[in-house]
C-alpha cells in the first residue's frame, strides 16, 4: 500500500469508539490531515464522508448499535513534492462481526428508500474499497484516493457539514 520514494508522508492512526458521538471528531481529523497533504477540500471532504460512511456502517452493522466498540483507523498521505499528486490511503479495522464479503454490496440506486447507498457512496467516491476479513476477528475495509486519477469525486453530487 506504501508507495516507494516519497518525500512527503503522514499518517495517523485513531482508536477509538464506533459511536455517532466520535463521528465529527473523525471527519475533522481526517480534513485536516488530507489538506495538510495538498488534497483541496472538495476531495478532502469527499474522502471524510467515505470514512463517516464506513464507519456508520461498522456502528449499525457490525457492532448492531453498540456504543462502546473500538475501531481504528489509520491514514497516509502520500506527496513526493509539493507540485506532485497527492495520495490517500486508508484502513479501518474493527472487531466487529464477520459478515460474507459477498453480502457488502450497494443496494439498486433506482430503489428508492431511505438508507441502503453507504457501499455505493464509498465505492463512487474513492479510487479503490476493499472489504476483507482480519484473522483475529472483525473486518478490514482499505481505500485509496489519487490526486491524479481521473476518477473524481467532484462528479457525486455530495455536501456536508463538516463541522
Known amino acids: 500500500m506504501e508507495p516507494k520514494n516519497t ?46 460512511e464506513a464507519v456508520s456502517n461498522i456502528h449499525r452493522h457490525g457492532y448492531h448499535g453498540s456504543h462502546d466498540e473500538m475501531i481504528e483507523i489509520k491514514i497516509t498521505g502520500y506527496r513526493a513534492t509539493s507540485s506532485s499528486p497527492w495520495k490517500i490511503c486508508i484502513c479501518i479495522e474493527d472487531l466487529a462481526d464477520q459478515i460474507e464479503l459477498t453480502k457488502i454490496k450497494s443496494r439498486e440506486i433506482d430503489d428508492i428508500r431511505p438508507g441502503g447507498l453507504g457501499v455505493h457512496l464509498i465505492q463512487s467516491i474513492m479510487d479503490t474499497a476493499t472489504w476483507s476479513h482480519r484473522d483475529e476477528g472483525g473486518m478490514r475495509l482499505i481505500m485509496e484516493k489519487h490526486g491524479d486519477n481521473s476518477h473524481n469525486s467532484t462528479d457525486v453530487k455530495i455536501e456536508r457539514n463538516l463541522h
Open 7 to 52: 518525500e512527503y508522508t503522514a499518517t495517523a492512526t485513531l482508536s477509538l469508539p464506533a459511536s455517532p458521538a466520535w463521528y465529527g471528531t473523525i471527519r475533522n481529523l481526517i480534513m485536516h490531515l488530507c489538506r495538510n497533504c495538498g488534497v483541496d477540500d472538495r476531495n478532502a471532504g469527499s474522502i471524510s464522508l467515505a470514512i463517516d
